[in-house]
C-alpha cells in the first residue's frame, strides 16, 4: 500500500519503467489485512460495550421500582430525604464512573495503569491469539525475539473527539519549507495549506519581532548590559612555536564553514547545510532569550559580589549602603523594558518601585540587625519606609531613633528636614518647638548634663549650623520677628554674659537669663542697648531709670494707593509692603505709656517662650565671630565666602557686564535677599538696602559689638560694612538713576572713611581696596588712583610677600585694562612699557611705590618676571610645608584662610603680567601650573582658593576671546576641567553659559551638563542647565519672531525646548536636594505659566506643598500666578501659620474705606 493513497494509481501504471519508480512513497512493512483486522476488533469491542451498559441501566431502574414499593408507607417528609440521598449516593456513583473512564484514557499514554483493569484485559484476551501483543514490555525483558515486536494499544483516548484534534505532546514538530508539498508537480498538482494566524502574544509575528527599534525591550536590555571587554588574540609563549609571531591573525575562525557530507567542497553556507542535514536555524526567541540572559548575567554576577562581600563583612556599613543603592539600577536594568509597550505603562511602573521598595527594606533590614548603632542605616531606613508607612507610625519611629541617639547633630539635622517637610502634620509652632528641643538636647550632651551619650567632635560647630538653620527658616516662613529675636538674644547670651554664671550649665543660664528678656530693656541693635552683663550688675545695684526715647514717630502712609487695582494685587502690595517696614520684632514704648495690649498684630511680639530653648553657648572665639557674620549675612550684608558660603539668586541670573569683564566676579553678592525683602522672581525691588531703620538697626548693632572683638576680627566686620557700601552703589549703578546714584555715593564715601579714620583699620589693606574699588565706581578715576597709590605705598616695603597687597595690585591692574579697552574701543595694544597695569605689577614685584604713569625699561620687566617666578615657587613650597605640619590640628582659624593660603593675589598678578608682556599662552601656562600644584596638595581649605583661581583664568581668557583672534577651544577646556571638579561654583558656571549660549550647537553643552549632574548630588549645576535651556529658548524664540510676523509664528515647527525644560525640573525636583529648593520649584511654576500650562502649574503647587510647606514666597507666587484662588491660598497660610500680615477681613475694610 502506498504511503500516500491518493497517488497510488500512478505508481501502479508505471511499474516497467523501475527506474523511475518512487520507492520511497510506499511503505513495506504495512499489512493492509492487519488495518482490516484491527478495523472489525474495535467495532466488536464497542458494541459489548454499548449492550453492557443497557443491561447496568435496566438493573438500577428495576431497583429503584422496588424500593419506591417498600417506601410507600413511609410518610412525605421522610420519602423526600430518602430520595434525596438516594439521588446524591447516584451522582458519587456517576462521578466514580466518570473518573474511572478518565483514568482509562489517561492510562494509554503511561506504562501502568490500575493493576485490577490490567489483569481483566488479561484474562479476556487469554483465549484470544493476537497478532499483535496488547501489553508493554521493555524489549531487553523479552526471553523469547517475537516476529513482530510491536505493541498495538486499544484504549480509546476520548479527548481526542472531545478537542478535535491529537494531543499536542503526541504530534511530531516540523518546519515546512514552503507551502506545498515535495514531490508534486508545481503548475497541475499543487497542494497549498493556509498560515496559522499569528499568536496575539507575539504582537504581530516574526515580522515585527525582527524589526526590533532601538527602545525595544530587547536592545534596551543590551544597552544596559556591561560591554564585553573586547580582548586581543593571545600570542603564544615561547614553548609552543620556535619563531615568535610579529603579528596578530586576522583570519575570521568563527565565519568557516566545515566540511560534511552534504557540503563536501564548502560551497554553502552555514543555513544551506543545515537545511541540508534537515536541521532548521535557531528561533528568534530563542535568540532574544539568550540576550536577556547575556544582559542580565553582569547584574547576576554583581549582586553574587556583594551577597559574598557582606557575608564576609557584614560589619561594612558602606557596604551594605552600596547594596541598597543597586538595587534601583538593577530595577531599572529588569523592569526598565518590560511593560512599555503597554497601556498600563503606570501601573506596571508602580508595581515595580513597590517591589524595590519592599527589597530595600528587606536588606536593610538585614543591615540594621547586623549593626544596630550604625545612624547612617537608621535613616536609611527611614528614607525607604517613607513611602510605605503611615504618618503617625513614620514620625513615631522618628522620635524613637532620635530618643535613642540624642548626641548625633546629624541625625538631629535628618529629623528637623523631615518635621518640616512633611505637609500633612506640619505647623510652624512644632516646627520650632522640634528646633528648640535639638538645641536644648545638644546643649544638655555638651554640658554634660546627660550622662548616658557622650559629646561628639563639633557638636558646637553643628549647634551653630542648626540655629542659624532655624532662623532662615522662621524668616522663609514669614516670620522675621523671630529670627531676628533669635539672632538678638544668641549675640547678648554670647558677648555680653556675667561672670557669675559662666560656669553654669546651659539650661541655668537661660533662665537666669529670661529676666532680663523679658524687663523690657534695649537689645542689641536697638537705642540705648548696654548688653545683659551692664543689667544684671545695675540691678544688684538698685536698677536705673528708663532714658526719654526721642524716636521719631512712623509717619502713617496710606497703605492702598490705587484701589482701582484688582483685590489680588492690592493685597500683595500692602502684605509686601508690611514686611519689608515690619522686620523688627514690636516693642512697648513705656516713655510713652505703651503696653503689651498696644499693639495691633500680636504677632509682631516675641515671646520668651519662642527663643528660650533653642540659646546655645559659643566658647571657641571663631564661632563667636561666625555667628556675627551669619547675622550679618541674615541681614543682606555680603561677607567673605570662605566664613560662610552662600548661594544667591544674582549668582544665578548674572547680567553681562561688558564694561567689567575682569573684575564683575570679584563683587560680593549678598549670602541672602535683605532681611523683609522676599526673593522675587518676577519685577524688581523698590530700593537698595535696609532703609532708615534698618540702616540704624545695623550701625547700632557694629558699634556695640566692634570693640568687643580682637583686632583680626574687626577688621572681617569693617570689611563686610564696606563691602555692603560698594554693593549699594552697585545697585544704584544698575538701576540707572543718577540722582539716587549720586546721594548714594555720598553716603557710602562717608562711611567708608569713617572707617579708614579708625586708628585699626587706617592700616588695613583690604579696607582701602575696597574704597578704592568704590571711588572707580563712581566714576571718580583719578581719586581711586589716589587711593591705590597711597595704600601701595603703606605696604610696598613687602612687595610680593603680602597677600593683601598682592590682591590689591591685581584689582588695580585688571581695572586699568579694562579703562584701557574701553579707550581704545576694545581694538589695537598699547605699547608693553608705558602700559599702566605693566608698570603697577612690575613696582609691586620691585617692592617700590607703585604709580601707573612712569614708563619702564625692559631690564625692569625681566627682574619682574624673574621675582614673580621665585615667589610663587617659594610661596608654593611654603604652603606644602605648612600644610604638611599642620595636619593633626585640621580646624584652623580664620586667619589661615584669609591670609596664609590666599594665594590668589600673587597668581593672578603674576598671569595678568605675563599676558600683557608675553601673551595669552604665557598666562594660561601660570594658572594651569599653580593650579596643578595646588590641587596636588590635596587640601581642603586650599579648595576656595583653586576655585578663586579658576575663575581668574577663566575671566582672562573670556575677556582675550572678546578683544582679539583666538580659539575657543583653551576657555572651553579651562571651563569643562574646572566646572568637573567645583560643579557648585556659581561664577564658573556663568561664564560657561554665556560662552556657550553664542552658540546654536547646544549638543556640546548638553553632554557636559549631563555629565557633571551625574556625578554631583548638588542642585547648582541642575540650576544652571534649566537656566542655559531657558536662555537659548528665549533666543529661538526672538529669532523666530524676528525673521516673521506674529501671524506665521504658530505655523513654526516645535523645536522641543519646552519638553527639555520639563524633563530637567522634573530631573531636578526627584533628587532629594531639589525636592526641597524653594527656588526651584518657584522657577517650575513661572515656566509652566509662561508657556499656557496653568492647570499644571497649579498641579505643580499642590506638589510643591508636599515637600516645601515652610515657603510662604510660594504661597506669594502662587497668588501672583493663580489670583482666582487667594481665598484659598490665603486659608492654607493660616492653617499651617505662616505669617500672615494682611488678613483679608482687613483687606475689605481697608477697601470700604
Same mark, same amino acid.
Not at 556599613?317 to 505603562?345: H, K, M, N, P
Not at 590689591?808 to 589695537?828: M, S
Given at each position: 500500500?502506498?504511503?500516500?493513497?491518493?497517488?497510488?494509481?500512478?505508481?501502479?501504471?508505471?511499474?516497467?519503467?523501475?527506474?523511475?519508480?518512487?520507492?520511497?512513497?510506499?511503505?513495506?512493512?504495512?499489512?493492509?489485512?492487519?488495518?482490516?483486522?484491527?478495523?472489525?476488533?474495535?467495532?466488536?469491542?464497542?458494541?459489548?460495550?454499548?449492550?453492557?451498559?443497557?443491561?447496568?441501566?435496566?438493573k438500577e431502574l428495576s431497583s429503584e421500582e422496588e424500593e419506591e414499593e417498600?417506601?410507600?408507607?413511609?410518610?412525605?417528609?421522610?420519602?423526600?430525604?430518602?430520595?434525596?440521598?438516594?439521588?446524591?449516593?447516584?451522582?458519587?456513583?456517576?462521578?466514580?464512573?466518570?473518573?474511572?473512564?478518565?483514568?482509562?484514557?489517561?492510562?494509554?499514554?503511561?506504562? =501502568?495503569?490500575?493493576?485490577?483493569?490490567?489483569?481483566?484485559?488479561?484474562?479476556?484476551?487469554?483465549?484470544?491469539?493476537?497478532?499483535?501483543?496488547?501489553?508493554?514490555?521493555?524489549?531487553?525483558?523479552?526471553?523469547?525475539?517475537?516476529?513482530?515486536?510491536?505493541?498495538?494499544?486499544?484504549?480509546?483516548?476520548?479527548?481526542?473527539? =472531545?478537542?478535535?484534534s491529537l494531543y499536542r505532546a503526541d504530534i511530531a514538530r516540523y518546519r +515546512?519549507?514552503?507551502?506545498?508539498?515535495?514531490?508534486?508537480? +508545481?503548475?497541475?498538482?499543487?497542494?497549498? #495549506?493556509?498560515?496559522?494566524?499569528?499568536?496575539?502574544?507575539?504582537?504581530?509575528?516574526?515580522?515585527?519581532?525582527?524589526?526590533?527599534?532601538?527602545?525595544?525591550?530587547?536592545?534596551?536590555?543590551?544597552?544596559?548590559?556591561?560591554?564585553?571587554?573586547?580582548?586581543?588574540?593571545?600570542?603564544?609563549?615561547?614553548?609552543?612555536?620556535?619563531?615568535? =609571531?610579529?603579528?596578530?591573525?586576522?583570519?575570521?575562525?568563527?565565519?568557516?564553514?566545515?566540511?560534511?557530507?552534504?557540503?563536501?567542497?564548502?560551497?554553502?553556507?552555514?543555513?544551506?547545510?543545515?537545511?541540508?542535514?534537515?536541521?532548521?536555524?535557531?528561533?528568534?526567541?530563542?535568540?532574544? &532569550?539568550?540576550?536577556?540572559?547575556?544582559?542580565?548575567?553582569?547584574?547576576?554576577?554583581?549582586?553574587?559580589?556583594?551577597?559574598?562581600?557582606?557575608?564576609? /563583612? !557584614?560589619?561594612?556599613?558602606?557596604?551594605?549602603?552600596?547594596?541598597?543603592?543597586? %538595587?534601583?539600577?538593577?530595577?531599572?536594568?529588569?523592569?526598565?523594558?518590560?511593560?512599555? %509597550?503597554?497601556?498600563?505603562?503606570?501601573?506596571?511602573?508602580?508595581?515595580?518601585?513597590?517591589?524595590?521598595?519592599?527589597?530595600?527594606?528587606?536588606?536593610?533590614? +538585614?543591615?540594621?540587625?547586623?549593626?544596630?548603632?550604625?545612624?547612617?542605616?537608621?535613616?536609611?531606613?527611614?528614607?525607604?519606609?517613607?513611602?510605605? #508607612?503611615?504618618?503617625?507610625?513614620?514620625?513615631?519611629?522618628?522620635?524613637?531613633?532620635?530618643?535613642?541617639?540624642?548626641?548625633?547633630?546629624?541625625?538631629?539635622?535628618?529629623?528637623?528636614?523631615?518635621?518640616?517637610?512633611?505637609?500633612?502634620?506640619?505647623?510652624?509652632?512644632k516646627v520650632n518647638a522640634a528646633y528648640g528641643k535639638c538645641l536644648s538636647?545638644?546643649?544638655?550632651?555638651?554640658?554634660?548634663?546627660?550622662?548616658?551619650?557622650?559629646?561628639?567632635?563639633?557638636?558646637?560647630?553643628?549647634?551653630?549650623?542648626?540655629?542659624?538653620?532655624?532662623?532662615?527658616?522662621?524668616?522663609?516662613?514669614?516670620?522675621?520677628?523671630?529670627?531676628?529675636?533669635?539672632?538678638?538674644?544668641?549675640?547678648?547670651?554670647?558677648?555680653?554674659?556675667?561672670?557669675?554664671?559662666?560656669?553654669?550649665?546651659?539650661?541655668?543660664?537661660?533662665?537666669?537669663?529670661?529676666?532680663?528678656?523679658?524687663?523690657?530693656?534695649?537689645?542689641?541693635?536697638?537705642?540705648?542697648?548696654?548688653?545683659?552683663?551692664?543689667?544684671? *550688675?545695675?540691678?544688684?545695684?538698685?536698677?536705673?531709670? /528708663?532714658?526719654?526715647?526721642?524716636?521719631?514717630?512712623?509717619?502713617?502712609?496710606?497703605?492702598?494707593?490705587?484701589?482701582?487695582?484688582?483685590?489680588?494685587?492690592?493685597?500683595?502690595?500692602?502684605?509686601?509692603?508690611?514686611?519689608?517696614?515690619? #522686620?523688627?520684632?514690636?516693642? !512697648?514704648?513705656?516713655?510713652?505709656?505703651?503696653?503689651?495690649?498696644?499693639?495691633?498684630?500680636?504677632?509682631?511680639?516675641?515671646?520668651?517662650? &519662642?527663643?528660650?530653648?533653642?540659646?546655645?553657648?559659643?566658647?571657641?572665639? &571663631?564661632?563667636? *565671630?561666625?555667628?556675627?557674620?551669619?547675622?550679618?549675612?541674615?541681614?543682606?550684608?555680603?561677607?567673605?565666602?570662605?566664613?560662610?558660603?552662600?548661594?544667591?539668586?544674582?549668582? *544665578?541670573?548674572?547680567?553681562?557686564?561688558?564694561?567689567?569683564?575682569?573684575?564683575?566676579?570679584?563683587?560680593?553678592?549678598?549670602?541672602?535677599?535683605?532681611?523683609?525683602?522676599? =526673593?522675587? $522672581?518676577?519685577?524688581?525691588?523698590?530700593?537698595?538696602?535696609?532703609?532708615?531703620?534698618?540702616?540704624?538697626?545695623?550701625?547700632?548693632?557694629?558699634?556695640?559689638?566692634?570693640?568687643? @572683638?580682637?583686632?583680626?576680627?574687626?577688621?572681617?566686620?569693617?570689611?563686610?560694612?564696606?563691602?555692603?557700601?560698594?554693593?549699594?552703589?552697585?545697585?544704584? $549703578?544698575?538701576?540707572?538713576?543718577?540722582?539716587?546714584?549720586?546721594? %548714594?555715593?555720598?553716603?557710602?564715601?562717608?562711611?567708608?572713611?569713617?572707617?579708614?579714620?579708625?586708628?585699626?583699620?587706617?592700616?588695613?589693606?583690604?579696607?582701602?581696596?575696597?574704597?578704592?574699588?568704590?571711588?572707580?565706581?563712581?566714576?571718580?578715576?583719578?581719586?581711586?588712583?589716589?587711593?591705590?597709590?597711597?595704600?601701595?605705598?603703606?605696604?610696598?616695603?613687602?612687595?610680593?610677600?603680602?597677600?593683601?597687597?598682592?590682591?590689591?595690585?591685581?584689582?588695580?591692574?585688571?581695572?586699568?585694562?579694562? &579703562?584701557?579697552?574701553?579707550?581704545?574701543?576694545?581694538?589695537?595694544?598699547?605699547?608693553?612699557?608705558?602700559?599702566?597695569?605693566?608698570?603697577? @605689577?612690575?613696582?609691586?614685584?620691585?617692592?617700590?611705590?607703585?604709580?601707573?604713569?612712569?614708563?619702564?625699561?625692559?631690564?625692569?620687566?625681566?627682574?619682574?618676571?624673574?621675582?614673580?617666578?621665585?615667589?610663587?615657587?617659594?610661596?608654593?613650597?611654603?604652603?606644602? %610645608?605648612?600644610?604638611?605640619?599642620?595636619?593633626?590640628?585640621?580646624?584652623?582659624?580664620?586667619?589661615?584662610?584669609?591670609?596664609?593660603?590666599?594665594?590668589?593675589?600673587?597668581?593672578?598678578?603674576?598671569?595678568?603680567?605675563?599676558?600683557?608682556?608675553?601673551?595669552?599662552?604665557?598666562?594660561?601656562?601660570?594658572?594651569?601650573?599653580?593650579?596643578?600644584?595646588?590641587?596636588?596638595?590635596?587640601?581642603?581649605?586650599?579648595?576656595?582658593?583653586?576655585?578663586?583661581?579658576?575663575?581668574?583664568?577663566?575671566?582672562?581668557?573670556?575677556?582675550?576671546?572678546?578683544?582679539?583672534?583666538?580659539?575657543?577651544?583653551?576657555?572651553?577646556?579651562?571651563?569643562?576641567?574646572?566646572?568637573?571638579?567645583?560643579?557648585?561654583?556659581?561664577?564658573?558656571?556663568?561664564?560657561?553659559?554665556?560662552?556657550?549660549?553664542?552658540?546654536?550647537?547646544?549638543?556640546?553643552?548638553?553632554?557636559?551638563?549631563?555629565?557633571?549632574?551625574?556625578?554631583?548630588?548638588?542642585?547648582?549645576?541642575?540650576?544652571?542647565?534649566?537656566?542655559?535651556?531657558?536662555?537659548?529658548?528665549?533666543?529661538?524664540?526672538?529669532?523666530?519672531?524676528?525673521?516673521?510676523?506674529?501671524?506665521?509664528?504658530?505655523? @513654526?515647527?516645535?523645536?522641543?525646548?519646552?519638553?527639555?525644560?520639563?524633563?530637567?525640573?522634573?530631573?531636578?525636583?526627584?533628587?532629594?536636594?531639589?525636592?526641597?529648593?524653594?527656588?526651584?520649584?518657584?522657577?517650575?511654576?513661572?515656566?509652566?505659566?509662561?508657556?499656557?500650562?496653568?492647570?499644571?502649574?497649579?498641579?505643580?503647587?499642590?506638589?510643591?506643598?508636599?515637600?516645601?510647606?515652610?515657603?510662604?514666597?510660594?504661597?506669594?507666587?502662587?497668588?501672583?500666578?493663580?489670583?482666582?484662588?487667594? /481665598?484659598?491660598?490665603?486659608?492654607?497660610?493660616?492653617?499651617?501659620?505662616?505669617?500672615?500680615?494682611?488678613?483679608?477681613?482687613?483687606?475689605?475694610? $481697608? @477697601?470700604?474705606?
Open positions: 500500500m502506498a504511503l500516500f493513497p491518493a497517488f497510488a494509481g500512478v505508481t501502479a501504471n508505471k511499474v516497467d519503467d523501475t527506474s523511475k519508480e518512487l520507492d520511497w512513497l510506499s511503505n513495506k512493512s504495512f499489512q493492509p489485512d492487519d488495518a482490516v483486522f484491527l478495523h472489525q476488533r474495535t467495532l466488536e469491542r464497542t458494541s459489548k460495550r454499548q449492550t453492557e451498559k443497557e443491561s447496568s441501566l435496566g417498600e417506601e410507600g408507607d413511609v410518610p412525605p417528609k421522610k420519602k423526600k430525604k430518602k430520595k434525596e440521598e438516594k439521588k446524591r449516593k447516584k451522582k458519587k456513583k456517576k462521578h466514580k464512573k466518570r473518573s474511572g473512564r478518565s483514568s482509562d484514557s489517561s492510562g494509554s499514554d503511561s506504562d =501502568t495503569v490500575y493493576p485490577s483493569d490490567l489483569k481483566k484485559e488479561q484474562e479476556k484476551d487469554r483465549s484470544q491469539a493476537a497478532p499483535l501483543s496488547s501489553r508493554f514490555f521493555w524489549l531487553d525483558d523479552l526471553q523469547s525475539p517475537t516476529e513482530q515486536p510491536f505493541c498495538l494499544d486499544r484504549k480509546p483516548d476520548p479527548a481526542n473527539w =472531545t478537542y478535535k +515546512r519549507k514552503g507551502s506545498s508539498s515535495l514531490g508534486l508537480d +508545481r503548475h497541475t498538482q499543487e497542494v497549498s #495549506w493556509e498560515e496559522s494566524e499569528p499568536n496575539k502574544k507575539n504582537k504581530g509575528g516574526d515580522k515585527k519581532r525582527a524589526a526590533d527599534r532601538y527602545f525595544s525591550s530587547a536592545n534596551r536590555q543590551l544597552l544596559r548590559s556591561e560591554p564585553t571587554v573586547p580582548t586581543l588574540p593571545r600570542i603564544p609563549d615561547c614553548t609552543d612555536v620556535t619563531v615568535p =609571531t610579529s603579528f596578530l591573525s586576522l583570519g575570521d575562525e568563527q565565519g568557516k564553514v566545515q566540511t560534511s557530507s552534504v557540503n563536501p567542497l564548502r560551497v554553502y553556507d552555514a543555513s544551506t547545510a543545515l537545511w541540508l542535514q534537515g536541521k532548521g536555524l535557531q528561533d528568534q526567541t530563542d535568540v532574544q &532569550d539568550q540576550q536577556a540572559g547575556q544582559s542580565t548575567a553582569p547584574l547576576a554576577g554583581r549582586t553574587e559580589e556583594f551577597n559574598r562581600r557582606l557575608r564576609e /563583612q !557584614p560589619a561594612d556599613t558602606q557596604l551594605w549602603i552600596e547594596f541598597i543603592r543597586y %538595587q534601583d539600577e538593577q530595577c531599572a536594568a529588569s523592569f526598565g523594558g518590560e511593560g512599555e %509597550q503597554q497601556g498600563d505603562v503606570a501601573e506596571h511602573r508602580k508595581s515595580s518601585y513597590r517591589a524595590i521598595l519592599e527589597k530595600k527594606l528587606s536588606i536593610v533590614e +538585614r543591615a540594621v540587625a547586623a549593626n544596630p548603632c550604625c545612624i547612617a542605616l537608621h535613616l536609611e531606613r527611614l528614607r525607604i519606609c517613607q513611602e510605605l #508607612w503611615e504618618p503617625s507610625v513614620l514620625a513615631k519611629e522618628w522620635k524613637k531613633l532620635v530618643f535613642l541617639h540624642p548626641n548625633s547633630a546629624p541625625l538631629w539635622r535628618e529629623y528637623l528636614l523631615f518635621t518640616q517637610s512633611y505637609f500633612s502634620t506640619f505647623t510652624v509652632s538636647t545638644l546643649s544638655a550632651v555638651r554640658d554634660g548634663s546627660m550622662v548616658s551619650h557622650p559629646a561628639l567632635p563639633g557638636t558646637e560647630e553643628d549647634m551653630l549650623d542648626i540655629f542659624n538653620q532655624q532662623c532662615h527658616f522662621l524668616r522663609q516662613c514669614g516670620h522675621s520677628e523671630k529670627a531676628v529675636s533669635l539672632f538678638q538674644a544668641l549675640i547678648d547670651f554670647t558677648f555680653y554674659k556675667p561672670d557669675s554664671v559662666r560656669d553654669l550649665p546651659t539650661k541655668q543660664q537661660v533662665e537666669f537669663f529670661e529676666p532680663f528678656w523679658d524687663s523690657g530693656e534695649a537689645r542689641v541693635g536697638e537705642a540705648g542697648a548696654r548688653g545683659w552683663k551692664a543689667w544684671m *550688675l545695675q540691678q544688684e545695684r538698685g536698677g536705673w531709670l /528708663q532714658p526719654n526715647d526721642d524716636d521719631e514717630e512712623e509717619e502713617e502712609e496710606e497703605e492702598v494707593k490705587d484701589r482701582s487695582q484688582p483685590r489680588w494685587t492690592i493685597w500683595l502690595d500692602v502684605e509686601s509692603s508690611r514686611e519689608a517696614a515690619h #522686620w523688627l520684632p514690636w516693642r !512697648p514704648n513705656k516713655t510713652k505709656g505703651q503696653s503689651e495690649e498696644d499693639c495691633d498684630d500680636p504677632d509682631r511680639q516675641v515671646l520668651f517662650d &519662642d527663643i528660650g530653648p533653642s540659646l546655645i553657648c559659643l566658647s571657641s572665639p &571663631d564661632l563667636k *565671630l561666625r555667628l556675627l557674620l551669619r547675622f550679618l549675612s541674615f541681614l543682606g550684608l555680603p561677607v567673605d565666602s570662605v566664613l560662610s558660603p552662600q548661594f544667591s539668586l544674582p549668582c *544665578l541670573f548674572p547680567g553681562k557686564d561688558p564694561q567689567r569683564p575682569l573684575t564683575c566676579h570679584n563683587l560680593c553678592h549678598p549670602g541672602v535677599n535683605s532681611v523683609g525683602h522676599m =526673593t522675587t $522672581l518676577q519685577g524688581t525691588r523698590k530700593r537698595a538696602g535696609l532703609g532708615k531703620q534698618g540702616e540704624g538697626f545695623v550701625t547700632s548693632v557694629f558699634s556695640m559689638v566692634h570693640p568687643l @572683638l580682637p583686632a583680626h576680627q574687626q577688621a572681617v566686620l569693617s570689611l563686610s560694612w564696606m563691602q555692603y557700601e560698594k554693593l549699594k552703589v552697585m545697585r544704584c $549703578l544698575h538701576g540707572g538713576n543718577k540722582k539716587r546714584l549720586r546721594s %548714594q555715593g555720598k553716603s557710602s564715601k562717608r562711611v567708608a572713611k569713617r572707617l579708614l579714620k579708625d586708628a585699626d583699620n587706617r592700616w588695613s589693606l583690604r579696607l582701602w581696596h575696597e574704597y578704592g574699588h568704590l571711588e572707580w565706581l563712581l566714576g571718580n578715576v583719578d581719586d581711586a588712583r589716589k587711593v591705590f597709590s597711597t595704600a601701595a605705598g603703606m605696604g610696598g616695603a613687602k612687595g610680593l610677600s603680602s597677600p593683601a597687597l598682592c590682591e590689591l595690585c591685581l584689582l588695580w591692574a585688571q581695572l586699568e585694562v579694562e &579703562d584701557g579697552g574701553k579707550e581704545r574701543g576694545g581694538g589695537g595694544q598699547t605699547e608693553t612699557t608705558t602700559s599702566p597695569a605693566v608698570c603697577v @605689577l612690575t613696582r609691586l614685584a620691585e617692592g617700590t611705590s607703585s604709580s601707573s604713569s612712569h614708563s619702564l625699561s625692559p631690564v625692569s620687566i625681566l627682574k619682574a618676571r624673574k621675582a614673580y617666578d621665585h615667589a610663587l615657587t617659594a610661596s608654593l613650597h611654603a604652603l606644602g %610645608q605648612e600644610l604638611h605640619n599642620s595636619q593633626a590640628n585640621r580646624k584652623g582659624t580664620f586667619s589661615q584662610p584669609l591670609v596664609c593660603l590666599r594665594l590668589r593675589g600673587l597668581v593672578g598678578c603674576y598671569a595678568l603680567f605675563q599676558y600683557l608682556t608675553v601673551g595669552v599662552q604665557a598666562a594660561d601656562t601660570v594658572y594651569s601650573q599653580a593650579r596643578e600644584r595646588m590641587e596636588g596638595l590635596s587640601a581642603a581649605r586650599l579648595a576656595c582658593e583653586c576655585e578663586a583661581l579658576a575663575v581668574q583664568h577663566a575671566a582672562l581668557l573670556r575677556y582675550h576671546t572678546s578683544t582679539s583672534v583666538f580659539p575657543l577651544a583653551t576657555l572651553r577646556q579651562t571651563l569643562t576641567s574646572a566646572l568637573s571638579v567645583w560643579g557648585g561654583s556659581a561664577p564658573l558656571w556663568s561664564i560657561y553659559i554665556q560662552v556657550e549660549n553664542h552658540y546654536h550647537s547646544a549638543g556640546r553643552a548638553r553632554r557636559f551638563f549631563h555629565s557633571v549632574i551625574r556625578g554631583s548630588s548638588s542642585v547648582v549645576p541642575r540650576l544652571f542647565a534649566i537656566v542655559a535651556e531657558q536662555q537659548r529658548k528665549q533666543l529661538v524664540d526672538a529669532a523666530q519672531r524676528s525673521g516673521c510676523g506674529d501671524a506665521a509664528l504658530p505655523i @513654526l515647527p516645535e523645536n522641543g525646548l519646552s519638553n527639555r525644560i520639563r524633563g530637567l525640573f522634573e530631573n531636578t525636583i526627584a533628587t532629594e536636594m531639589g525636592a526641597h529648593c524653594p527656588l526651584l520649584w518657584r522657577m517650575y511654576m513661572h515656566f509652566l505659566v509662561s508657556e499656557g500650562n496653568v492647570d499644571k502649574a497649579r498641579g505643580i503647587f499642590y506638589k510643591a506643598l508636599q515637600n516645601i510647606p515652610w515657603a510662604k514666597g510660594l504661597y506669594m507666587d502662587a497668588v501672583r500666578l493663580f489670583p482666582e484662588h487667594l /481665598q484659598e491660598f490665603v486659608d492654607l497660610m493660616t492653617e499651617k501659620e505662616l505669617r500672615l500680615r494682611l488678613p483679608l477681613e482687613e483687606l475689605d475694610i $481697608l @477697601l470700604e474705606d
